[in-house]
């Protein structure tokens, strides 16, 4: 049986692979430089994020093949310590998060493809979100 969106039940609704359409990666950062560091690297990649109501956060609009190397990207400026402070969560779609997503928020260091779908599997895996 298939849930709505096309999203078949042996991949979690929010997962990348089971987004490959459109959708937004919300991102909560442990300290204000955290999200400065982020901000500046997104301006430079031409990306407008929209910061979270109290500013510790932000919602990147993105499609669902290039969260996983865009997750890479972001963790890659930031401090081992920043990256596993940072929380982070995949909703496909337009929609806002609700209750049942908060038990997939992870950390940024943490946030990796399925096992199912392996480097080489995905003909986006090159490419940058940049």
């Given at each position: ?39 500046r ?19 990147v ?67 940058t979100?940049?």
């Amino acid at each position: 049986m298939k849930p709505a969106h096309g999203i078949s039940s042996a991949e979690p609704e929010g997962s990348p692979a089971a987004a490959g359409g459109p959708g937004h990666f919300y991102l909560w950062f442990p300290l204000r430089h955290t999200l400065s560091l982020v901000l500046r690297e997104l301006g430079a990649a031409r990306r407008e994020p929209r910061v979270l109501p109290g500013g510790d956060g932000l919602i990147v609009a993105l499609d669902g093949h290039d969260v996983e190397s865009f997750a890479s990207r972001i963790a890659q400026v930031l401090s081992p310590e920043e990256t596993a402070g940072t929380r982070v969560l995949w909703v496909a779609g337009h929609r806002e998060p609700g209750l049942a997503d908060f038990q997939r928020v992870s950390s940024l260091g943490q946030f990796r493809r399925p096992p199912e779908q392996q480097p080489g599997q995905d003909a986006d895996e090159g490419k940058t979100p940049f």
